[in-house]
């Protein structure tokens, strides 16, 4: 995934950069579930725009700090003066093409105001703060939300992912950032990205060229929960032998370095199914659908390890299963699991830097130490495979993305409201194995209820049936 370098070579001319605090920052609103067995709870959270998108000016003045691709070196002499001599503004967020209301949240790619903006990226921030990110844990967890990318073509991506950044955005293990998280800063991913324009706490000056690029990246792992348009989509694993966001020059930049940039990646085009996505196919992306990716431990447990990956879709009060792979050397899967991963690299003739990076224990300890989750629209590189768009296209790409909802597996895409009761189920798609009235241990609606290893209740509520998604996992849903 590259999604850095490409957008701000468009966008560099709308931003800012800086690590002191300007004027104030209000975040946009946005409500966020927890979910359980017994129901959701509703969080009122909000989000923040990343530091790069924002003005950056001379301490206690007007004079910009960085202009129309370029710093100025009259002000930052060194990357650690100019941390210290430049401050960063409040965003507007609306001439960044970002809203919010209630659930809701849309990004709009290109925004036409008095300083024209492309792409966005923003951060979950934790509820009652304005100073931290929230953490997310997801092993043995899910997450999922309803997406619109009817106005999204190919070329622009609207992306969901989880990335090992620092709570506070740097603050504590940096001095030199006195903005953090409040101002959206600290940015990481696999890509060790160099357009980030502060990166541990001191400015990115160093041979920063016309590009949009400096001497630093900055790299953590990335685990990639959507990336897609109206056209494709994909969901990818990257893990990094760095366990923290972690500065890096030269080859270790790049793939011979800390990072898997080239991920473990399901696509279900790619990888064989080509009815499977896209406007009027199996998932019609002419209308919402809910996105639900699971990620299953070793036990079945919370403190077991990450062992796999799977995807599920929900659409017009259909489940929907992923599609399976259709390509020669991989054996016939819907889900993400090390035996994929292996099979994917060598089929594809790619190195398998999953695995040499750390795999799914790498992906495991970034989870378990927390990860935050991050939303973006950004424009993709010209090798990505898909037709560009027109200017006129771009100019209306926007992506919708509502009803975000982690928790338990099977507890976030069964239209739980936040006082418990569950009115109208999705029905399924799938091949029912019973439905079990009996006495005894009893599982409840959309709770795992069989699967390989499994070992707890079997039994299904009255008006529910145990549905074999895989070999794997079974789920109570309604009859």
Partial sequence: MLRSSTLFSFAFFAVAYGQQIGTPEVHPPLTWESCSTSGCVAFSSSVVIDA??????????????????????????????????????????????????????????????????????????????????????????????????????????????????????????????????????????SQCPKDVKFIDGVANTIDWSPSGTGSTGSCCTEMDIWEANSISAA???????????????????????????????????????????????????????????????????????????????????????????????????????ATFCTQEAAALRESDTFDTK??????????????????????????????????????????VFSEIRVGTIGATFGNITGNGTQPSAPTTTGTATSTVSAPGATQTIFGQCGGIGYTGPTICPLDSTCLESNPDLSQCVPS
């Fill in 358 to 399: 750390g795999g799914f224990d790498a992906m495991t300890s970034a989870m378990n130490t927390g990860m935050i989750l991050a939303f973006s629209i950004w424009e993709e590189s010209i090798t990505s495979g898909v037709p560009a768009a027109t200017e006129a296209e771009l100019s209306l790409a926007k992506v």
């Fill in 235 to 337: 969901f990818a694993s990257h893990a990094c032998t760095v366990t923290e966001q972690t500065s890096c020059t030269g080859t270790n930049c790049s793939t011979q370095g800390v990072c898997d940039q080239t991920g473990c990646e399901f696509d279900s085009f790619r990888l064989g199914n080509t009815s499977f996505y896209g406007p009027k196919k199996t998932i019609d992306t002419t209308q919402p659908f809910t996105v639900v990716t699971q990620y299953i431990s070793s036990n079945n447990d919370s403190n077991g390890a990450l062992s796999t990956i799977r995807r599920l879709y929900v659409q017009n009060g259909v489940i929907i299963q992923n599609s399976e792979t259709k390509f020669p050397g991989i054996t016939a899967t819907n889900q993400m699991d």
């Fill in 52 to 189: 790069n998108w924002r003005d950056l000016h001379i301490v206690n003045g007007t004079t910009s700090c960085f202009e129309r691709g370029a710093w100025n070196f009259d002000i930052c002499t060194t990357p650690e003066v100019c941390a210290a001599n430049c401050a960063l503004d409040g965003a507007d967020y609306e001439s960044t093409g970002v809203t919010t209301n209630g659930d809701e949240l849309t990004m709009n790619f290109v925004t036409n105001s008095e300083q024209p903006n492309v792409g966005s990226r923003l951060y979950v921030m934790t509820p009652g703060s304005e100073t931290e990110y929230q953490l997310f844990h997801p092993v043995n967890r899910e997450i999922s939300f309803t997406v619109d990318v009817s106005n999204l073509p190919g070329g622009v991506n609207g992306a969901v992912y989880f990335t090992q950044m620092d709570a506070d955005g740097g603050i504590a293990r940096f001095p030199g950032n006195k903005a953090g998280a409040q101002y959206g800063t600290g940015y990481c991913d």
